[in-house]
């Protein structure tokens, strides 16, 4: 009778190892396929993750190619003159913003405030001789081309050269 239920416990176990043995591998096949999936997906974001970066790098090209930073012709321009061009770029738009004040035009807009003050936004030092710039008064905005020159005292001089005053719909 012992041996029976010896044979039987025997029988019942390699049953159970052989349950556990086809299940785990069942298992680790849906595991695998889950992790290859998983890798060609993540394979597909990285390919669209670098193909979004190259896309932003390049728009960002575009976006500084008329700009001080980026020209070097006019970067060689100043540091011949002994001017940092960096420096000079911070200077000059200071300048321009600075001439801003509570009550009064900015002397460089050529149009007067018809709902406030008109005031200068934003500058940007294009090369060594033109600027682009914002301005609004609260209601109506518009943009200047404005040439300046760094004199050899370090004065800077400015011109408008073309204005522009967006209508108000």
Do not use: C
Not at 7 to 22: D, G, K, N, S
């Amino acid at each position: 009778m012992r041996n029976k239920i010896f044979m039987y416990l025997f029988i019942f176990t390699a049953l159970f190892v052989l349950f556990q043995f086809i299940n785990a591998k069942k298992a680790k096949e849906s595991y695998d396929g889950r992790i290859e999936n998983l890798q060609q997906r993540l394979q597909e974001l990285e390919t669209s993750k670098n193909e979004a970066i190259d896309s932003l790098i390049n728009i960002n090209m575009d976006l500084t190619y008329f700009s001080l930073d980026s020209d070097e012709e006019a970067i060689a321009y100043f540091e011949e003159q002994g001017y940092n061009a960096k420096k000079l770029e911070l200077t000059i738009i200071d300048q321009i913003i600075g001439q801003n004040k509570a009550g009064e035009d900015n002397p460089i807009v050529p149009f007067v405030g018809m709902e406030g003050n008109m005031a200068i936004n934003k500058v940007r030092l294009l090369n060594h001789k033109w600027i682009i710039a914002d301005f609004t008064d609260g209601v109506y905005w518009g943009q200047l081309f404005i040439l300046y020159d760094v004199r050899e005292d370090g004065v800077v001089d400015f011109e408008v050269e073309k204005s522009f005053l967006y209508p108000r719909n």
